[in-house]
């Protein structure tokens, strides 16, 4: 029983990782039509964000090296605009945080995503609420090396626009005959908004 149970909730958290959305599925010409319905007047009064970010790197002739960091960040609205809330906020959080104020808001949909700069990406749009998929995989063979890379990004906004989840993962892969190096990366940010 114990041994399902540990079976069952790695499954779950698989499928987590690999969809974000809660949503309805639309296309990306209605989920741009959706974005401009948005009321971004919002009563936010406070915002708290945590984050989570880890680096492994292993390979052969290579010593496993293992990063990561977690962090949180208190924010508060005065006079219209977002400031820290805390001096005890970690750096990588304000920056991040502003980062997803300023960049990743509904509001400049258009301005930060890169859709159609990279081939072989897939892009799901769903709505109710606003959420986003985004998946990027490429394989090359040159001159007796054989490299990969898969990027998933997920993103999930409320009502107003702000981002409430953003997930990125990145494996990356290369190998000859004799050498294999891998390396993943993974970040996860949660902001909730009162």
Not at 113 to 121: A, N, P, V
Request: glycine share 6%; proline share 1%.
């Amino acid at each position: 029983m114990k041994k399902l149970s540990k079976i069952t909730i790695g499954l779950i958290i698989v499928t987590s990782i690999c969809s974000c959305s809660k949503g309805t599925k639309t296309t990306k010409e209605k989920f741009v039509e959706k974005i401009g319905n948005i009321d971004f007047k919002d009563n936010y009064k406070k915002a708290k964000l945590s984050y989570v970010n880890s680096e492994i790197t292993k390979g052969t002739n290579i010593e496993p090296e293992k990063k990561g960091l977690k962090c949180s960040g208190i924010y508060v609205k005065e006079n219209g605009s977002w400031v820290s809330g805390s001096d005890k906020n970690d750096s990588k959080a304000d920056s991040q945080f502003m980062y997803l104020l300023n960049y990743v808001h509904l509001s400049c949909f258009d301005e930060f995503f890169y859709e159609d700069t990279l081939s072989d990406t897939e892009v799901k749009y769903y709505v109710n609420p606003f959420s986003l998929d985004w998946a990027y995989k490429s394989e090359d063979k040159d001159h007796g090396y054989k490299s990969s890379q898969e990027i998933h990004e997920c993103y999930e906004w409320d009502d107003y626009g702000y981002v409430t989840y953003f997930l990125h993962e990145e494996e990356y892969k290369v190998s000859d005959s004799n050498n294999e190096m891998h390396s993943s990366r993974y970040t996860k940010i949660r902001v909730v908004y009162n």
